[in-house]
């Protein structure tokens, strides 16, 4: 079956609760302590947490225009392909398949079973409760797209409801800390401003990840035009507003010298004197939805990504793994052969490494690079002067340029300061190189003996 048999049944409301689900992971628990400890100033930790929201907010503008022009399953493959030609998708699509499909999937689902563990009991591993964790949302997914999208909005507002309970909270429960903006030091200059953007908007930026994945699901979104714009840029926005309040509520407890100083998680602190005893308690099972609906929003739209470029790149008919992969269910309209391999390469990965740190070292660079290409097609799409009916970038062309030109200083960094573990991902991204050549070699053969003429 074609990308055809996908049904659009996903609303702007599910489109920008997958975007929120995505992002809102474990990373707004620990990235405010990481940034304390090279901040100077509270404005600091807030001119950071708004930086990243911007330079997001850059990429999430420019991708809404692009998603609409491309409203299919694996948006973002399309568009690849549309901007910068067929090596360059295959490479995009290899990549997401058999390094950071898989391995997102895995590193959050560690995630998971190492904060349920110590709540359920030390009987079951934390990689079996991730495992048990990846074949509960392959369940889900399988049953149909509104299931998949109805989990993921009643998580998501789950998880929001309980954040915000901490956060005011805190304003009602729990007594505001003297307020020490600044902390004496030398360095208190233009360079120290420098250091700290560079060292923050590295964390930060992780905390922010997640808000490409919902396009893969474009093929399945109600009139994509309106809805991906809309529930896309929401969507983030809604984070960036919810990210800086959360950190004003962990100020307002917990002031930057007693978080650079203790090393404490700044959220178990306020928790702690917000809800007493309690407290720790009602953080770790915040954190275990936060992950889980992250994971869940993973295993819904990575799949539809792998479907794309199977069913409608890499040759589906004359295959047999690729005509798996972009199988569709006649009964629920999912691609139940994306799903499938997605969870089985998923829970591999993660028997295989159990460890957050080595599943997530090597996918930063080349996923970054692939998110560059992306929003850099604008540009060239934009010049072959195609028809658009669609939204159009806020800011263009300063947006799309602001984007690409912080992930690349970004991609520099982690090339000087982690070159082995990003060569590892570079590697296996270019394993796909050979596969592109094979397949254009075979379909020139092809073409060949369809020319020749008949006996």
């Given at each position: 079956m074609t990308a055809t048999a996908l049904k659009r049944q996903l609303g702007a409301v599910t489109v920008g609760s997958v975007v929120v689900g995505n992002m809102l992971g474990s990373g707004i628990f620990f990235t405010p302590g990481e940034l304390a400890a090279v901040a100077q100033h509270t404005w600091q930790v807030y001119f950071v947490w708004v930086l990243c929201g911007l330079i997001t907010l850059c990429g999430a503008l420019t991708l809404a225009e692009l998603s609409s022009e491309f409203p299919d399953s694996g948006s973002t493959f399309h568009i690849i392909r549309a901007g910068f030609g067929p090596f360059w998708s295959l490479l995009k699509i290899w990549m997401e398949m058999w390094v950071n499909g898989p391995g997102s999937v895995a590193g959050v689902a560690i995630v998971f079973g190492q904060f349920l563990a110590p709540l359920i009991g030390p009987s079951i591993s934390p990689a079996m409760w991730g495992v048990a964790a990846i074949l509960f949302f392959t369940v889900i997914n399988l049953l149909g797209i509104r299931w998949g999208g109805g989990m993921q909005v009643v998580l998501t507002v789950t998880k929001i409801t309980a954040l915000l309970a901490l956060v005011f909270g805190s304003f009602l429960l729990a007594s505001p800390a003297p307020t020490i903006s600044t902390i004496p030091t030398p360095e208190n200059g233009l360079l120290h401003l420098f250091r700290v953007i560079g060292l923050g908007v590295a964390a930060v930026l992780f905390t922010y990840d997640g808000w490409i994945d919902v396009t893969h699901t474009a093929g399945e979104v109600k009139n994509p035009r309106r809805n991906l714009p809309l529930g896309l840029i929401g969507g983030v926005c809604g984070i960036l507003v919810l990210y800086v309040l959360v950190n004003y509520c962990y100020l307002r407890v917990v002031p930057l010298s007693e978080m650079k100083q203790s090393g404490t998680l700044a959220a178990a602190?306020?928790?702690?004197?917000?809800?007493?005893?309690?407290?720790?308690?009602?953080?770790?099972?915040?954190?275990?939805?936060?992950?889980?609906?992250?994971?869940?929003?993973?295993?819904?739209?990575?799949?539809?990504?792998?479907?794309?470029?199977?069913?409608?790149?890499?040759?589906?008919?004359?295959?047999?793994?690729?005509?798996?992969?972009?199988?569709?269910?006649?009964?629920?309209?999912?691609?139940?052969?994306?799903?499938?391999?997605?969870?089985?390469?998923?829970?591999?990965?993660?028997?295989?490494?159990q460890s957050f740190s080595r599943l997530v070292n090597f996918l930063v660079v080349p996923l970054q690079l692939c998110n560059i290409l992306m929003v850099a097609s604008v540009y060239r799409l934009r010049r072959k002067g195609a028809p658009h009916t669609g939204f159009r970038t806020l800011g263009y062309p300063v947006v799309p340029a602001v984007f690409i030109l912080v992930m690349a200083v970004f991609l520099i960094s982690a090339i000087v300061f982690n070159p082995k573990d990003t060569f590892i991902g570079i590697g296996l991204t270019c394993t796909g190189v050979p596969v592109y050549w094979w397949m254009k070699a075979k379909n020139k053969n092809k073409e060949q003996t369809l020319k020749q003429p008949l006996d």
């Open positions: 602190v306020v928790a702690q004197r917000t809800f007493g005893d309690s407290g720790q308690k009602f953080l770790s099972g915040l954190m275990v939805i936060s992950i889980f609906g992250a994971l869940g929003g993973l295993i819904m739209t990575l799949p539809r990504l792998f479907f794309a470029g199977a069913s409608q790149y890499l040759g589906a008919g004359s295959n047999f793994f690729f005509r798996g992969l972009s199988t569709v269910s006649k009964r629920t309209a999912v691609p139940y052969g994306a799903i499938l391999f997605c969870s089985a390469l998923s829970i591999l990965a993660l028997l295989v490494f």
